[in-house]
């Protein structure tokens, strides 16, 4: 059974994501997949398609939800994740930058796991 | 309201990832993720972690079911998914290998959308 936290940031999380989905979008035939697991709380926006010839594929964003925390697991575009985040009311302990390495993750303002 | 098929792919589509999500752990501390929106029919098998201090990140395999075919959007294995596919029953008129040009689609065995 989801908490109100649980649900709060599964809220947060597919907002942030269908917003940057909608951004930019246009460029060549490509598609901006959102992708929603809500049973197992991963999320990610990923980019698949082609721009002439070339295969783009990517993941742009992956967030998970982890024992009641947003762990931002990926994220290949130049949005401030973190700083979206708390503005969407996600108190930084609440937040885990998780590809900074645990050894450094102390050295940032969020929470280490 | 899903048809036969469709349960029938779906099902298949996360047998295969779900069974090579087994092989291989244990290389560091690396996460082999599931990720399955069932809404939206996309299936990913995502390597997520570290190994050292380098970090692992990764969409190994992605699948997407959508107008009643199998997609395969990426492949970062050496698994034949076409193939793995076709021995769980799925007819290759039904299989769509995104990842090769839409130009050159037709070369193979497969539906070309």
Same mark, same amino acid.
């Given at each position: ?15 942030? /994501? ?62 401030? /994740? ?5 503005? /969407? ?17 102390? /050295? ?6």
């Amino acid at each position: 059974m989801a908490t109100v936290k649980e649900r709060k940031y599964r809220k947060a999380v597919q907002t942030l /994501l269908s917003q940057y989905a909608t951004f930019g979008a246009g460029m060549g035939d490509i598609e901006r997949q959102l992708i929603f697991d809500t049973q197992h709380d991963h999320y990610q926006m990923v980019n698949v398609g082609w721009q002439d010839q070339q295969r783009i594929y990517g993941c742009a964003m992956h967030l998970d939800i982890k024992d009641g925390k947003i762990w931002i697991q990926h994220n290949g575009t130049e949005i401030e /994740l973190d700083d979206e985040l708390t503005a /969407l009311g996600v108190p930084k302990n609440d937040i885990v930058v998780g590809f900074i390495s645990p050894a450094r993750r102390h /050295l940032t303002e969020f929470a280490t796991n």
